[in-house]
């Protein structure tokens, strides 16, 4: 988010001559690494269960918030604008982020709600 938020406070990024929209394409890695990174993050820790059950749905969420934050962001930065395509491609980053999650660990077991909520089964 750091790097990210960086990136979006220098005010006039160089363009480069390229075939393809190498400022959409920089959106759709960076908020596609950025969302696996929280999916990570949140499945891993175990103060708040809900999360760590739903850590997928939770980093989707969290990374499209994020990028239209950026773009509101971006609007007080002098030479920069917010772009709605922008957070489009940043919602396409953390989809397909999503859809790798998805694919990749299809097979991994994920945690039961019983597993998630460690203290509350000490008891049993």
Known sequence: MAFIFMLSSIPKLPTFRAPFDVQTLAHVVFFAVLCFLAERA????????SLRLNSLWAAFVL??????????????VPGRWADIYDVVADSMGAAIAVAWLRTRFRGFRRPTEKEALPSLTQGD
């Open 42 to 49: 949140l499945y891993y820790q175990h103060a708040y269960p």
């Open 63 to 76: 990374t499209c918030i994020y990028g239209i934050l950026d773009e509101i962001h971006q609007l007080y």
